[in-house]
């Protein structure tokens, strides 16, 4: 059975940093893309990171201040997130799926993962 629980997640001052972690079980780290979602109040969830068996994808938005990364030995997805922002506010969720696919040049959206954590908050005051 798949689980995927965040952590990290606080309320901080714009320019601070966070590291959101992601504990899996049922999940095999080489077989699953994973990666992280975030729903701000009013909006849609929107993509963040995403890391596949080709490639590390990012959101325009957060190019050069987050950064998404797997341990491996801890079965944990990471986000590094730096010099945050207002905007950044919202609910951060751990996502994973062992069947979806997308190839460079094509973003993924929420329908392409099945398993959801049940996320973190993340406010960022200015």
């Known amino acids: 059975q798949v689980q995927l629980v965040e952590s990290g997640g606080g309320v901080v001052q714009a320019g601070d940093s966070l590291r959101l972690s992601c504990a899996t079980s049922?999940?095999?780290?080489?077989?699953?893309?994973m990666g992280w979602f975030r729903q701000a109040p009013g909006k849609d969830r929107e993509f963040v990171s995403v890391?596949?068996?080709?490639?590390?994808d990012y959101a325009d938005f957060v190019k050069g201040r987050f950064t998404i990364s797997r341990d491996n030995a801890e079965k944990a997805l990471i986000l590094q997130m730096n010099n945050l922002a207002p905007d950044d506010t919202a609910v951060y969720y751990c996502?994973?799926?062992?069947?979806?696919?997308?190839?460079?040049?094509?973003?993924?959206?929420?329908?392409?993962?099945?398993?959801w954590g049940q996320g973190t908050q993340v406010t960022v005051s200015s």
């Open positions: 049922g999940v095999s780290f080489n077989k699953y893309v």
């Open positions: 996502v994973a799926d062992p069947n979806t696919f997308r190839g460079t040049g094509h973003s993924y959206v929420a329908d392409d993962f099945y398993f």
């Open positions: 890391v596949d068996q080709n490639r590390i």
